[in-house]
């Protein structure tokens, strides 16, 4: 069984930075193919971003290319999204998922455990 817990959420001004943070319990985090997405208020769940296991392989959706950066420290079992020029629009629950698939890509169908997410706001 997966654990996933997310951290860093908060209120920001446009324009200003955030780093979520990702915490997993699980045994061989580096074989787990990681992402993020989030979901506002009346919108269906979206892909954000996805690092592969050894985090070499990146993948963003094009409304945060530039903006948002995905990493992770397997050591410490743990994944971020640093999200820099943050606009009204980012606004959302952000959600850290993990997959089997050490290169899950961004259907949100390869995601099996899910963390309770955190909320971002962002205030213009």
């Known amino acids: 069984q997966v654990q996933l817990v997310e951290s860093g959420g908060g209120l920001v001004q446009a324009g200003g930075s955030l780093r979520l943070s990702c915490a997993a319990s699980?045994?061989?985090?580096?074989?787990?193919?990681m992402g993020w997405f989030r979901q506002a208020p009346g919108k269906e769940r979206e892909f954000v971003a996805t690092i592969s296991g050894s985090g070499v392989i990146t993948d963003y959706t094009s409304s945060v290319e530039g903006r948002f950066t995905i990493s992770r420290d397997n050591a410490k079992n743990t994944v971020y999204l640093h999200m820099n020029s943050l606009k009204p629009e980012d606004t959302a629950v952000y959600y850290c998922a993990a997959s089997p698939n050490y290169n899950a890509g961004l259907v949100k169908s390869e995601y099996r455990y899910w963390g309770q997410g955190t909320q971002v706001t962002v205030s213009s």
């Open positions: 699980v045994r061989f985090f580096s074989s787990y193919g």
